[in-house]
């Protein structure tokens, strides 16, 4: 298998902090890869520098191949790079579907002049990217909701309506980041099915959780990180067994 | 009869819309009353000013009415345009449209006259005016100023120093650092060098500040025998003659007109010279006390000419007539003495109004006009 | 443990169908609007249609807060800059070029965009208070600029003008309002139509995060730029309007209290909703002509401020927020469920 996003290398300093220090992340093609470490381990900053948000002191990123260590977030958006936050960045006074159209903004063909009088072009433009949305908004069974207002769904939809529009710009990887944060456990499982399903049906995906109960059951590989540093790489049941694991994460958790 | 024709038909359903719209004009005279626009800041930043020559044309329309010398009443409309610019054009509008109103006297300060201006000038309605502001006659051809533009006031102050002035003794200029305070000193100082005068030092400054013992210490090196001084605000004025007299500087200060600038300086405003149109000395108690009765405390220049401008403007609808063209008739040939200052004389050329000023010293109770010497 | 992930029973809602009819009745409301304001200035005297004037260049300005805060999320102060810009550009295009207002107010326009690419560019890496007065000391410099420069009147300001459109003279109020009104429908339907197209959600997306926007493939950046520039073109045809208005230009055009009044306009009305700026800038600007004759004219500020504080208290979206609202959008929502089970839409 092929890596589809390559991070070698990578360090992140604060001062006299080092954040992220020398950290190597290969996620292969079509795969469901996990990025876990207690808090304050640096997955954030990590994750924040392999997708442009913050700045990467040494190492380097590729991405389908192609070197794009430093590029600004929305280049990476546009070449495939699509995540979501730990927080809701969504408008809450429009409706689902115009939510997650805004996912679709690199695919738009129209420029700006088309909109200020709302062109024929503009109307068939957006009504073909609204039948794909659509598609997406059916198979996250967000389609009965497509023209609710955001602000009236319950926390838990208005996550999957992030996911929506995240892998509505049609993403090579997908990056989410704590996905089950704040979630009941019920919905947490619900979660993990549909990450699996997306695997499934051909995404590559890297998940970021201190969940780790959710990683283990779902994912095909994980990265453990402890203080700026990987610990462990691999198989879910390798990881599990990796003593670094245990004592950093696990071991002080015993009840978790 | 003839039947009416179409064309008549409609002429007489026009004249019938004026006819209508005529009524609801409330402006100029129906026989008994003559009522005209006082557009003014009753409210807002320029209030102190606003109300001064509300006040002024309120006593004379008081007088005229009492009077019985005049075939009509008196009846100012006053619309307070809130110190703003925008609501005075708007108010200018109010007064010479919808209301008809057929001559208006005011706003006071020139950013509000200036537009109120443009739109008197365009419906041809004749505009009495008090800003000091040379523009405000140089470039309307209906306005008529009841005051001393400004380059006069400074004039006079020229002449003051020009008369007074011994060779060993000298004159230092000092301005705030606003419109009128640069413009102020820029013409005193040019007035100055025609009479062979330079000035020892110059000082500008930025009239916020609350510490004036660098200003005060630079003006007692130079020892000037004059301190011209051109700063409109009161409260700056006010702490540079206190600050003056705490560190002992024994020159004397000769300012423009800045209302309430004397009751701010307490002692320190004793010997104090101002120059202005008008002063309410012991002699012009008769005046005060008219504006007073008005509901200002203390009367200024502003509410004096107001009071001449209304008596003017009586004498002018008495010999021409009520409409604007009479009023701006009468207004171009008018040669007419106040009872706040004589020798207006207007022409349609000539609408600067007076060519001098007074300077008055406060002694401490009262002012006591210096020049010109009587 | 309550579920929260999967959706719960509840009324369908509306449709796109819904949708359309909705913004269908919407439009032909705002056209039997539209004529009414326009036979307005035929009808009623000449002050007030100046009135009608004035509140149509202040809703002008309205909107172009609605754009930059209400859509755009950026805090900007600087809106008498591109105001006060415009009313000095309108002038000099007309007396000292000589073009007609038909091409002179594009050349504003473009004059304003200009400014406000600059206000943006100088603002790009900073935000909110920063940003706020980064955009108010502009406005700042530019009075002072003026102030000093005897070719644009210097603190007098510029008098004695005449600006005309297509050869007649913006003097006759029924033109002004006539064109202000066009200019405000031609806004309206712009802003209108982009809010629903890529622009408008790149917008919203960095208004809500910039850093989200970016990693959904919106440049931040480009579209900061955007809208300063939109906004300063709508700001500086509302000052160029004004110039015709008030007849005089002077250096408070580039005034805070111009900006501020405008701000409480766009916070009560509602800075996200343009029916809600447009009636409250109509009702607090005739408030504030005749608040003399309400005989309150020493409180106008204390009015405006109560405004401002009980908005934010009561109705942080405004006026506007109100046809938002949870209830509101239930009975919206009750209405159109009806019409649809009566075999009007589909889902």
Same mark, same amino acid.
């Given at each position: ?256 | ?58 006593? +004379? ?106 060779? @060993? ?86 300012? +423009? ?9 307490? @002692? ?107 | ?24 009745? /919407? ?10 304001? %326009? ?13 009608? %004037? ?26 008498? /800059? ?6 000095? /550009? ?41 940003? /706020? ?60 139509? &982009? ?6 959600? %790149?917008? &919203? ?143």
């Amino acid at each position: 298998m092929t890596a589809l996003l390559e991070a070698t290398g990578l360090i992140r300093r604060w001062g006299g902090l080092t954040a992220v220090d020398r950290v190597d992340v290969s996620v292969a093609q079509g795969s469901l890869h996990g990025l876990i470490g207690p808090n304050g381990a640096g997955k954030t900053t990590l994750v924040n520098m392999i997708t442009g948000v913050d700045r990467i002191d040494d190492g380097r990123v590729r991405f389908q191949g192609d070197d794009v260590t430093g590029l600004a977030s929305h280049r990476l958006a546009s070449k495939g790079m699509a995540r979501t936050f730990q927080t809701s960045q969504l408008f809450e006074d429009e409706s689902v579907i115009d939510n997650v159209m805004a996912g679709r903004h690199g695919h738009i063909r129209y420029r700006f002049p088309h909109t200020l009088f709302y062109t024929p072009r503009v109307v068939r433009e957006e009504r073909g990217h609204r039948t794909e949305v659509y598609a997406v908004l059916r198979e996250l069974d967000l389609a009965e909701d497509a023209h609710r207002q955001v602000a009236e769904l319950s926390y838990g939809r208005r996550r999957l309506v992030e996911l929506a529009r995240a892998i509505a710009s049609q993403p090579t990887l997908l990056v989410l980041d704590e996905p089950a944060a704040g979630l009941p456990g019920s919905d947490v499982d619900v979660l993990g099915d549909v990450l699996r399903r997306l695997r499934d049906s051909g995404y590559t995906i890297l998940v970021i959780e201190h969940n780790i109960g959710l990683l283990m059951t779902i994912c095909d590989r994980m990265t453990v990180l402890s203080e700026g540093k990987v610990i462990a790489d691999g198989v879910p049941a390798v990881v599990r067994e990796s003593p670094e694991v245990i004592e950093a994460y696990l071991g002080r958790n015993d009840d978790a | 009869m003839k039947k009416l024709t179409g064309i008549q038909e409609t002429a007489a359903a026009a004249s019938l819309a004026l006819a209508v719209a005529g009524c609801s004009a409330v402006g100029g005279s129906d026989g008994d009353t003559f009522k005209f626009a006082v557009v003014t800041e009753k409210t807002g930043a320029y209030a102190d000013y606003g109300l001064q020559l509300e006040a002024g044309v309120e006593a +004379a329309a008081a007088d005229i009415n009492a009077s019985g010398d005049y075939d009509v009443e008196f009846e100012p409309v006053v619309y307070d345009c809130q110190s703003d610019s925008a609501i005075c054009v708007q108010s200018a509008r109010e007064a010479v449209s919808a209301d008809g109103m057929p001559v208006v006297i005011g706003p006071i300060v020139s950013v509000d006259v200036l537009p109120a201006a443009e739109v008197t000038e365009r419906a041809d309605v004749p505009h009495l005016v008090m800003a000091v502001l040379n523009q405000i006659t140089d470039d309307y051809s209906n306005t008529f100023r009841f005051s001393t533009q400004s380059d006069r006031s400074n004039q006079t102050v020229i002449e003051y120093i020009e008369a007074k002035l011994q060779p @060993d003794e000298t004159v230092a200029i000092v301005n705030a650092t606003t419109d009128f305070g640069t413009s102020g000193a820029a013409q005193q100082k040019e007035q100055l060098s025609e009479i062979g005068v330079e000035p020892v030092i110059e000082i500008a400054h930025d009239p916020d500040q609350a510490d004036y013992t660098p200003l005060i210490t630079q003006l007692k090196e130079a020892d000037p025998t004059y301190v011209l001084l051109s700063d409109s605000n009161p409260a700056d004025v006010a702490k540079l003659l206190r600050q003056a007299k705490e560190l002992g500087l024994e020159s004397q200060w000769i300012g +423009a007109d800045a209302s309430g600038s004397i009751e701010l300086a307490g @002692d320190a405003a004793v010997g104090y010279m101002t120059v202005s149109p008008w002063f309410p000395t012991t002699a012009n108690k008769e005046l005060t006390d008219k504006l007073i009765a008005q509901g200002i405390d203390t009367p200024g220049w502003i509410s004096a000419m107001a009071y001449d401008a209304t008596m003017a403007l009586a004498q002018v609808i008495d010999e021409n007539g009520t409409s604007s063209e009479d009023i701006t008739e009468g207004l171009e040939s008018l040669s007419f003495d106040g009872i706040a200052r004589q020798g207006w004389n207007f022409s349609s050329e000539d609408r600067l109004g007076l060519t001098t000023s007074q300077i008055a010293v406060w002694n401490g109770t009262e002012y006591e006009i210096v020049w010109p010497e009587r | 443990m309550t579920d929260t992930l999967t959706r719960p029973h509840s009324p369908p809602v509306p449709g796109p169908g819904a949708e359309r009819r909705a913004s269908l009745l /919407a439009t032909m409301a705002g056209a039997v609007l539209l004529i009414v304001a %326009a036979a307005v200035p035929a009808l009623t005297d000449f002050s007030t249609t100046y009135l009608m %004037a004035y509140v149509l260049i202040v809703a002008l300005l309205g909107l172009s807060l609605h754009l930059l805060m209400g859509l755009m999320g950026t805090f900007s102060l600087g809106q008498a /800059a591109l105001f006060g810009t415009g009313a000095y /550009a309108a002038v000099v295009v007309s007396e000292d070029v000589g073009l007609d207002g038909a091409i002179g107010f594009v050349l504003v326009a473009a004059i304003g965009a200009l400014l406000g690419l600059v206000m943006g560019a100088v603002t790009l890496r900073v935000s909110d208070l920063y940003l /706020a007065l980064t955009t108010l000391a502009i406005g700042y410099i530019l009075e002072n600029v003026v102030r000093n420069t005897d070719w644009l009147g210097g603190s007098q300001g510029l008098t004695g003008f005449y600006i005309t459109f297509f050869g007649r003279s913006l003097d006759d109020p029924r033109l002004l309002c006539w064109i202000g009104l066009g200019v405000l429908t031609l806004f309206m339907i712009m802003i209108s139509s &982009m809010r629903r197209s890529k622009i408008g959600r %790149a917008f &919203m997306a960095v208004r809500e995060s910039p850093i989200a926007a970016r990693s959904i493939g919106v440049d931040a950046r480009r579209y900061k730029l955007l809208g300063f520039a939109m906004a300063g073109a709508f700001s500086a045809i509302a000052g160029a309007l004004y110039s015709a208005w008030s007849l005089v230009v002077n250096p408070s055009v580039f005034s805070i209290d111009l900006t501020l009044s405008v701000l409480a306009i766009a916070i009560v009305g509602g800075l996200r909703s343009m029916p809600g700026i447009l009636v409250v800038a109509a009702l607090l600007t005739y408030f504030r002509n005749s608040a003399a004759d309400f005989g309150v004219a020493d409180y106008v500020l204390l009015v405006y401020g109560a405004l401002i504080v009980l908005s934010l208290r009561f109705l942080p979206l405004g006026l506007g927020g109100l046809t938002g609202s949870r209830a509101v959008a239930r009975v919206r929502r009750l209405v159109a469920h009806r019409s649809r089970s009566r075999g009007g839409g589909r889902a």
